[in-house]
């Protein structure tokens, strides 16, 4: 705090010290003279509690506890955890931590890390103080800074979406980076419905670790099995419009590019280099990171072809082939050229520009330099995102001195160049919540009356069917029997093929147990009854209905996850549903265009569409079981889980194959 130059009143609390680097010690925070509004607690855990109550009883309204050894050791450290929390709070104060490494405060000269911090616009909420530390070292290797930094630790008071809308409504912080090991519960939806509600979320960018399926659950549902935490934390992430990073060093490449860059209003980019491996790799990356690089229209390559040599490629990517090194000053103007086209929305350079000097005379270093102004203010002209790779990024020469000055990012590495490009494309995408109309008018005592026959928290395929139809999800006819003369009579009034299904508490998942038997003719029901029946003695109920001719299995699903709450699932579906895993996520509400999306991101998404002389699948209807499963998930809160598998996508419509729903 000192180092910092914070100027106000500072007062060190020691048992026997009278100073402290200058200031007068004082012995407890009761003998403090003025008013307190922080206090920083580092004693023996012990000692804690005893703390924080002179803290309150002397008014402290911030309280921020650096000891460790509370809730993070077990049930007891966890209960005078709480009991920490409640002491603040009901005298009005607030808790940082326990086992945090601290917080800063560029704008109030607030230091209270222990170790010297870079300033600028990237505030850092870290869940761990070793990443903290990563980061300020990062910071110090490849540019600007922080506005705030946040080590939370238990975060048992004060939690991450607090401290997100807080550095939302923060001026001196343009982009927020964020190191999260793990959410607490419903925390994560917490944080979407911020990200999701607020006017004006600044781009945020997610570090989380721990995307191994170790946490997967044993769950009876094939949603439940399938919803791993990495894919409802992408799903969830994307959907709000949050950047997740795999690592730390793209994390904060990316808080890089997004701090400085204006936003990127379309994906297609211009790639620009002095050589083609530079440029086919960064071709390369931001294709895999969902950027495009399209061919340059007519009049910018006849443009560009004024300027470049004959040698040179100038469709997109375009090539100085050697021209950049002998003259410098095309790089400013090739690159006006390609900001100046209108389906252009960025422009990545990739070479190495600023070390030209390196390879020619001095003379010709000065030329750089002069070529690196104008470069500036081209770029600045434009408004358009500009972003510069060079082998010589982490070196300090002229022309780049010039450039970084400018506030324009440069980039060692190659990927990372496109990968920080990316990132101020999924900034931008951000979904916003839509206001259409209810799809679903279901009647809420029917649903209660549904839900009521649940067996051992199981609602099985009958009921589950009803409860579809109450939400408007067209469901085939069926009849459920008891005997093998009600099977043929059901038989004969639904049709000439028909699917025979065993209905037991004991057996969800039918197909594994020998539950199930199709393409069975009417005269084939009674000893088709009787062979199921032989398979649950204790339970003889079969469904009876018409067998799907045609269409793609696929399989919409729903589950109440404890970090994100409910969540919809589509994808390819059946009995090989596990092991294809061709599934994606989204966090409920889903609407029309989310729910599109959902079905053009699985991997056998062609399968959807026209194939090999085969129409195409309605997937509008697609679209429509999702939303209203999506409603479904939000109304009906007992609900835990629930499989539609397989649904049958058709060239017209849907069928419901299977269907069945687990309660809380």
Known sequence: MVASGFDGPLYPIHPTASEILGRKAYPSLREVPGPVELAIVLVRPELVPGAVSDCVAAGVRGIVVITAGFGETGAEGKRVEQELVAVARASGARLVGPNCAGLFSGSGRVNAMGWEVPPGPIALISQSGNMALTFGQLAREKGLGFSKLITVGNAADVRIPEYLDYLFADPDTKVVLAYLEGFGALEGRALWDLMRAHPSPKPVVVLKPGDTESGRRAALSHTGALAGEKRIVDAALRQCGIVRAAESEDAWDAAIALASLPPLMSRNIAVVSDGGGHATIVCDTADRCGLLVPPLGETTQRRLSEILPARSGVANPIDFAGQAEEEPEIVPRVTDVCLADPEIGALIFAGHFGGYVRISTPELGL?????????????????????????????????????????????????????????????????????????????????????????????????????????????????????????????????????????????????????????????????????????????????????????????????????????????????????????????????????????????????????????????????????????????????AELDVNPLFLLERGTAVADARAILR
């Not at 500009?386 to 990927?415: D, K, M, N, Q, W």
């Not at 900034?427 to 026959?453: E, F, M, N």
């Not at 057996?507 to 020998?514: D, Q």
């Open 367 to 639: 030329r750089e330099q002069a070529a690196a102004r104008d470069l500036v203010d081209v770029v600045r002209r434009h408004g358009k995102p500009f972003i510069l790779h060079t082998i010589y990024a982490g070196e300090r020469l002229p022309a780049l001195e010039i450039i970084r000055a400018a506030g324009v990012p440069t980039y060692r590495s190659l990927e990372a160049s496109a990968k920080a490009m990316a990132a101020c494309w999924r900034a931008v995408v951000r979904p916003r919540p839509a206001t259409t109309q209810r799809r679903s008018h279901p009647d809420r005592a029917g649903v209660d009356a549904i839900l009521a026959r649940a067996s051992k928290g199981v609602l099985l395929e009958p009921d589950t069917r009803e409860l579809l139809a109450e939400y408007g999800i067209a469901v085939p006819a069926s009849r459920v029997v008891t005997t093998p003369a009600a099977a043929v009579e059901a038989a004969r009034a639904l049709g000439s093929r028909l699917a025979l299904k065993l209905v037991a508490p004991g057996v969800l998942h039918k197909s594994e147990a020998g539950g199930v038997l199709l393409d069975v003719a009417p005269e084939q029901a009674a000893d088709a009854f009787r062979t199921l029946a032989a398979r649950a003695p204790d339970v003889a109920r079969v469904l009876v209905t018409p067998m799907i001719a045609g269409g793609l299995e696929c399989v919409v699903g729903a589950f109440r996850d404890a970090q994100f709450g409910p969540v919809v699932m589509f994808g390819l579906g059946g009995i090989d549903v596990e092991a294809l895993a061709d599934v994606v996520f989204r966090l409920v509400p889903v609407y029309a265009a989310e729910a599109g999306a959902m079905t053009a991101e699985i991997r056998a998404h062609r399968l959807l569409g026209a194939l090999r002389g085969r129409p195409p699948r309605d997937v509008d209807a697609a679209v429509d079981v999702i939303m209203r499963v999506s409603e479904l998930m939000a109304d009906v809160e007992p609900l």
